[in-house]
């Protein structure tokens, strides 16, 4: 059978999500279209600051007798002493830690021909406000083989005193060992004078969810590229805006102070090799942040705003040079005055400096030639052989004056041919409600043969490029998320069907 028919074969709508990364997108309370780019500036690590490294202290203990072999009876104690053991940490000086997870893995070994007792207290170590006490029998020696025993303390929810025995120290872990000969001893334990015991002690993975000290002066840089365009078409065109704002808002939850410093914040556009530097006092200028204050565990962070507009700066040609990306250079400096706190430095690791830099641009503008980018996938039944007309039917609610360019794809995404050059599409008729324009219905006939509609099985797509311009450019005009394009693919042809 030979038939005559219209159908869609393709369908798809363009809007301002075509030109820009969905996240990168918000609409206000009237619908208009703003674009927002949030970037984080405190990617540096406040938390390998006050990070306890995986670290083994090893401590060798000697039994204070000369001579030998004595033989000691059971239940004799041969070792007791307190002492503080210094943590190196990196480049701080902690009074306190609590840990959220890791292990601390302890082994003892015996160089005494005796069954011993070793008990070692940690008085700084404690959960639930009870010390960490490490207590083994170790068989005798052997052989040269020395008795051993060991175990492991997971360390989630323990706080660690690092200021010793004191009290006044810094990384110090105060400690008491005592060894004795085993109570329950089968023989006596044969002793030479220069015997030990050794303590091994090996923290594994720990992570800390607080701390407390001071934690020196540091410097972190900050060299950020954003790209605005990820993902999608990339802009061209030329865009007058009425209308920009930009907020850095820096919420400083630690204990710390901190300065902000910024070289560079330039807009990058890679289509023209242009760039625009952002001219602005407050920003080139070191921001300073004060550090919170925790009461109780209750902590009020300091917050620090900046705007910048057109009123100060020069937001407007910054954003007009359509960035491709924005680059930042700077520096962020920790504790720039020392340790004015006396070792009251603290950190909550779970929120520490959050410093946030905004773009808040409103989509009201001028535009000359602003281009809009679409692929569409065409859908023809295979047991159909068709050939004939093809048509792009085109609903505008764009109220701009617009022009489209259209190309087949191959499989491949290489180009076939164009098949739509430089149409002139009806503009949306303004109405009182400027993002409600009255949309106009027009017609454009593509440039294809009778093969090309067969190839529209084959994974050939087209491909449209919609160029925007606004009546009386620079003059300002919003976009609006009623604002598109809607495109159908219609095809008024002759197909053949069989029928077995």
Known sequence: W????????????????????????EADGNNLWHLIVRRNLTDFDLYSLVAIPDTTISRKFTIPLNGGPWNIPAGVNLIGLSEDRTLTLNDVELKEVHTRSGLLEYRIRSYVNGYLTCTYTLPGLTLNDAPAVIAVNTPPISAGI????GGVIDLSGYELDLTGSSGFARNSVASTISVATSANAPSQAVVFGGDSVVISLQFIDPSVSYARGFFGEHEYSIDESVEFNSGSGTPEGAIALSEAEVRMRIEN????DAQIRFNQL????????NSISLEQPAVVETINITRATDVGGIVTPVITEKVINSTNSNINAFLQNLPTGVVMTGGVTVNPLGDISDGNDFIYTDRAINAVIEADLPLRF????????????????????ASGDVFIRIENHFPFETEIDGWLLDADGEVIRQVILHEEIDSAIPSSDPSLPIPVNSVVRLNVTSADVVAMNQGVQLALRVELNTPGYPAAVGIYTTHYMDITVVTEMNVGITVE
């Open 266 to 273: 330039a807009s990058q556009n890679l289509l023209t090799g």
């Open 2 to 25: 030979n038939v005559d028919a219209a159908g869609p074969v393709a369908q798809g709508r363009i809007g301002l999500e075509d030109l820009l990364a969905d996240s990168l997108l």
């Open 146 to 149: 020395p008795g051993e025993a």
């Open 366 to 385: 001028g535009l000359n030639n602003l281009v809009l980018r679409d692929t569409l996938s065409f859908t023809l039944d295979e047991e159909i052989n």
């Open 253 to 256: 939850y630690t204990g710390v």
